[in-house]
């Protein structure tokens, strides 16, 4: 199983971002995805998780209305739209399966992609 996350990039506060993360050895339409991000030093966190169907997602208040998560069972993919961007937003992002648990636990998730880095300049 692979988890390959791209989009990252260096982009000027305000500006946006489409991270995209492909799934590869399974599909996982049945399980819920997420992202998540660490900053320099600092703990890897939740940003944002999707529901198998899509029609329920859940973000952390700190991304909420500047964000959007979405996925595509048929190409075994998701997303994070990401708008409004902040210099503190800058973090390697992780695309990760969930398997059971809370969807806002690290512990939760079973699979995780390589991360993509996301720099925001003031």
């Known amino acids: 199983v692979q988890l390959q996350a791209s989009g990252g990039g260096l982009v000027q506060a305000g500006g946006s971002l489409r991270l995209s993360c492909a799934a590869s050895g399974r599909t996982f339409s049945s399980n819920a995805l997420a992202w998540f991000r660490q900053a320099p030093g600092k703990e890897r966190d939740f940003v944002a998780a999707?529901?198998?169907?899509?029609?329920?997602?859940y973000y952390a208040d700190s991304v909420k209305g500047r964000f959007t998560i979405s996925r595509d069972n048929a190409k075994n993919m998701v997303y994070l739209q990401m708008n409004s961007l902040k210099p503190e937003d800058t973090a390697v992002y992780y695309c990760a399966v969930h398997n059971s648990g809370s969807l806002y636990s690290l512990e939760s998730y079973r699979y995780w992609g390589q991360g993509t880095l996301v720099t925001v300049s003031s």
């Open positions: 999707i529901g198998w169907s899509g029609g329920s997602t």
